[in-house]
């Protein structure tokens, strides 16, 4: 069996973090792997999603799989928010808040 991992760039955390700012939710903690199409996936994680794909490279022709343990998260991208946008609007909420209780 041929086994195709995709490059982690988040880091894993045991709870969802929603965004301080907006409240969005960090994405589940996931990995792909390739199948190939006469093989079925016999392992123990959750198969969220299932995308057809074929390799140009070595002409291999399967599925991709995105495979969830059920317990790890994603860390946000931007420590306690989403986006900078969001960083920015929480810290100049807090900078104004300051100002009027002066
Ligand atoms: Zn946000």
Same mark, same amino acid.
């Given at each position: 069996? #041929?086994?195709?991992?995709? %490059?982690? #760039? *988040? ?9 301080? @700012?907006?409240?969005? %939710?960090?994405?589940r ?5 390739? +199948?190939?199409d006469?093989?079925? *996936?016999?392992? !123990? $994680? @959750? &198969? +969220? ?7 140009? %490279? !070595?002409?291999?022709?399967? /599925? $991709?799989?995105? $495979?969830?343990?059920?317990? !790890?998260?994603?860390? $946000?991208? *931007?420590?306690?928010?989403? #986006?900078?946008?969001?960083? +920015? !609007? *929480?810290?100049?909420? &807090? &900078?104004e808040? /300051?100002?009027?209780? /002066?």
């Open positions: 069996m #041929t086994a195709k991992f995709a %490059k982690r #760039t *988040y880091k894993r955390t045991q709870f969802p973090i929603p965004c301080a @700012q907006c409240g969005a %939710k960090a994405p903690f996931t990995e792909e792997q390739f +199948i190939p006469d093989e079925e *996936y016999t392992g !123990d $994680l @959750q &198969v +969220i999603k299932t995308e057809n794909f074929w390799s140009g %490279k !070595d002409g291999e022709i399967g /599925r $991709l799989l995105r $495979l969830w343990n059920g317990k !790890d998260w994603c860390t $946000l991208p *931007y420590g306690n928010f989403c #986006t900078t946008q969001c960083a +920015i !609007d *929480y810290a100049n909420n &807090v &900078v808040t /300051r100002w009027r209780s /002066r």
